[in-house]
């Protein structure tokens, strides 16, 4: 719908602080969500490249001839940006940001790639019958200070709205300022334990209060990291 575009687009423009002497690079389909992508672009006046088709050694020279700014991207092309023996810096070095969307990025990879360029990933989730991300979250580059893990989506984009259920039962919604306790795994000398992290009372904000409650299933989970 109209409200839909609407939404997306101010959402895009919004996340990615896109400004007038940006030049955004987009390798999305236009049939598909690079259609919102470029009109965001072209929206905030900054130059627009549209790729037809993804080569990686295409997409280097065209970035660094270009000068891009603000490039797109997806788990599969960030993972073999990783790769390079040599990696990439000269042709990205004008790069402020890449987007990453179509698939989970994994936490190794997401981790790799932040330390070999430095570049912040702008991890968008949201559904394509909504416009990406006309609702759904982001995680932006001033989050990455407190989302060290590399596995956060984010905060909601604007026009969203986010609720806490039970995973056992969702029509149990979690109250405005109340307090609520999920447990997570902790493996610790090949040893599982469950902790507590406590949500406070203020929006945003989290309490983490570290307390062992008791040794579970030893060896059990090897995979399992913290």
């Known amino acids: 719908t109209h409200g839909n575009y609407f939404t ?8 990615l602080t896109m400004k007038q002497d940006d030049v955004y690079m987009g390798i999305y389909p236009m049939a598909h969500v690079g259609l919102s992508w470029a009109i965001a672009a072209l929206r905030a006046g900054a ?8 080569n990686l050694e295409e997409y280097l020279e065209l970035c660094q001839k270009e000068k ?14 990783t790769r390079l023996e040599n990696g990439a810096e ?12 179509g698939g989970p990025l994994h936490k190794k990879i997401w981790k790799q790639f932040h330390e070999k360029y430095g570049i912040p990933i702008i991890n968008a989730y ?5 416009i990406v991300i006309g609702t759904g979250t982001v995680i932006r580059p001033e989050d990455y200070r407190t989302a060290d893990r590399f596995e956060s989506v984010g905060h909601p984009v604007c026009f969203s709205e986010v609720k806490i259920v039970d995973e ?3 029509t149990k919604e979690l109250e405005k300022y109340e307090h609520y306790l999920i447990h997570r795994f902790l493996k610790y000398n090949n040893e599982l334990y469950i902790y507590e992290t406590l949500i406070g ?24 990291e913290y």
Request: charged share 25%; net charge negative.
């Open 90 to 101: 000269e042709q990205l070095k004008t790069v402020r940001e890449i987007i990453s969307g």
């Open 8 to 15: 997306a687009i101010h959402n895009e423009c919004d996340v």
């Open 126 to 130: 949201g559904l394509s019958e909504t």
């Open 201 to 224: 009372e203020k929006l945003n904000t989290k309490e983490k209060h570290l307390k062992y409650i008791k040794k579970i299933m030893k060896n059990y989970y090897e995979n399992m």
């Open 47 to 54: 130059y627009y490249i549209m790729v037809e088709q993804f």
């Open 68 to 81: 891009v700014t603000v490039l797109t991207g997806m788990p599969p092309v960030i993972h073999s940006l």
């Open 168 to 170: 056992h039962d969702y």
